[in-house]
């Protein structure tokens, strides 16, 4: 027996005899607590230190037209943004009231990956408490950065309940006149697969090969906002995909973004461009220039295709809608995320040309190979595997030495891409496919699509210990592909 869901950009089939193995089932915390429910809900350091509690719990909240149960920080989908400098210290007093174990990652943040710091091997049962302290590093850049849970088998299920939120950092970049002129504006991009009732549906990709994908796509958990052009006609997007497997393929039609940032640090020049893929884990900045005369523009996800299962998953599905439907994950488009529009005409101010310088690093002491594909793992099944092996807990898969630079070849050897991401340091782009970047850029996920292979440059710096690498489309990163990383001193 099936039933259907249809939306405007694809039709989704769904056996009823999966079971959905709902957070919010029998034993429930779903509380009645009232939040304020204020999308502009901001937590930021007061004299050096940042200290808030954040409580993670099952919360009906406002998505789009309609009420939805979701998983909330703090009651909201997205979580409040929180905002601290270089050199702030920070406390999070962290409050688990879901029904499964949880934690936290900050994503992009350069912490210690240990202790109380951006431990992602820490496990906060159901009903415990967790205190994370660190310090922001001095040398950390000012950018986008977020926060979501990462223990490993339940990450997909936990981001794409709403788990999510902003980590902003203030830094230089904001001082730049033009930048700090323009005005504004977060988007956290999340989709949400979801009853007509506003539950939680279980993906239904077998077996989440692909990656799953929500049928409503929300910015800031409204369905296409809108955004005012202001008068002096430089808007700046502060965008991240804190979606679990969703590409954006990002386009104002006819109207070019002007790219100044990527994953928390800022280019050297702005770089125009019409179209730009952001793939889960991803954080850009765009300023986007007015015209003289009043119109609207619209922000779009155009389509692509991000692979297939190809034979394997047209032969397990038995064919029919779900073979079909979901052998090649491509988004029909555009799809509408937001709206930008005039109040009033504008006088525009020029774009900064310089931004922040960015040093190369020196060359590598040591080069490795890590190739991302999926196959049969012994013990373990059907598997995304990285070098042939799926993620196991107890061992280490690489060593490191700390202050040392090193190149790692990133191959994709498979039929489907894979946004490569690496914690606790951020790494410079070399070349795709032999080609230098055509740009310099610090980032700490990179699309490394189907028969790519991408260079990148790490500095271990500052912090020792354990810390992962893996696919941020978080269905693969739970079925096997991440590695776990030891920065030895
Ligand atoms: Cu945003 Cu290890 O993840
Ligand atoms: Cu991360
Ligand atoms: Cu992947």
């Keep these: 027996k099936l039933f259907l869901l249809g939306t405007s950009t694809t039709i989704l089939a769904l056996g009823t005899h999966q079971v959905i193995k709902k957070l919010q089932s029998s034993n429930n915390n779903f ?12 937590i930021s350091s007061q004299n050096g230190l940042l200290e808030t509690t954040l409580e993670a719990s099952y919360q009906e909240v406002p998505l789009g037209n309609q009420n939805a149960y979701l998983l909330t920080y703090n009651g909201q989908v997205p979580g409040p943004r929180l905002e601290a400098k270089p050199g702030d210290k920070v406390r999070i007093h962290f409050v688990n009231n879901l029904s499964q174990s949880t934690n936290l990652h900050y994503h992009g943040l350069h912490l210690p990956p240990t202790g109380k710091g951006d431990n992602v091997f820490l496990e906060v049962k159901p009903k415990e408490k967790f205190t994370y302290e660190f310090d ?16 490993h088998g339940l990450v997909a ?12 950092i203030r830094d230089q970049l904001d001082e730049i006149p ?7 504006e977060f988007l956290v991009l999340q ?19 692909m990656g799953r994908e929500g049928n409503v796509i929300t910015v800031n958990g409204e369905v296409n906002p809108s955004f005012s052009m202001p008068e002096n006609g430089l808007l700046r997007l502060r965008i991240v995909n804190a979606s679990t497997s969703r590409f954006y393929n990002l386009s104002l039609e006819d109207h070019p973004f002007y790219l100044i940032a990527n994953d928390g640090t800022t280019l050297e020049q702005p ?18 220039k007015g015209d003289k005369n009043p119109q609207s523009y619209q922000l779009v996800s155009l389509p692509y295709n991000r692979g297939s299962m190809g034979m394997m998953g047209r032969g397990r599905m038995g064919g029919g809608m779900m073979g079909r439907g979901r052998d090649n994950i491509e988004n029909n488009g555009p799809i509408p995320l937001a ?14 040309t310089e931004l922040m310088p960015i040093s190369p690093l020196p060359k590598p002491q040591t080069t490795r190979q890590f ?10 099944g059907m598997a995304f595997l990285i070098n042939g092996e799926a993620y196991q807990p107890n061992t280490v898969q690489t060593q490191v030495k700390l202050n040392t630079v090193e190149e790692w070849e990133v191959i994709n050897t498979g039929v489907m891409d894979h946004p490569f991401h690496v914690h606790t340091n951020k790494f410079q782009v070399i070349s795709r496919n032999g080609v230098p970047n055509a740009y310099p850029t610090w980032k700490d996920t990179i699309l490394v699509r189907r028969g790519e292979t991408v260079r990148i440059r790490i500095p271990f710096e500052d912090f020792t210990g354990k810390t992962v690498y893996h696919c941020h489309i978080l269905d693969h990163e739970d079925l096997g592909m991440m590695g776990s990383l030891l920065i030895n001193s």
């Design 371 to 380: 190739s991302l594909n999926h196959g049969m793992s012994p013990g373990v």
């Design 271 to 288: 770089i125009e461009l019409s179209e730009i893929l952001l793939t889960p884990g991803e954080r850009i900045e765009v300023l986007i």
């Design 178 to 184: 033009e930048i700090k002129a323009a005005k504004e």
């Design 191 to 209: 989709d949400f697969f979801l009853d007509e009732n506003g539950n939680l549906l279980p993906s239904n990709q077998m077996p989440l090969m």
């Design 136 to 151: 922001i590093p001095t040398k950390q850049t000012g950018g986008i950065n977020w926060y979501h849970p990462h223990l």
């Design 339 to 352: 709206t930008i529009n005039y109040e009033n005409s504008v006088s525009p101010l020029n774009l900064p």
């Design 31 to 42: 509380s009645n607590k009232s939040y304020a429910l204020n999308s502009q809900n901001i």
């Design 157 to 168: 299920e936990q981001l794409s309940g709403g788990l999510a939120g902003l980590f902003i």
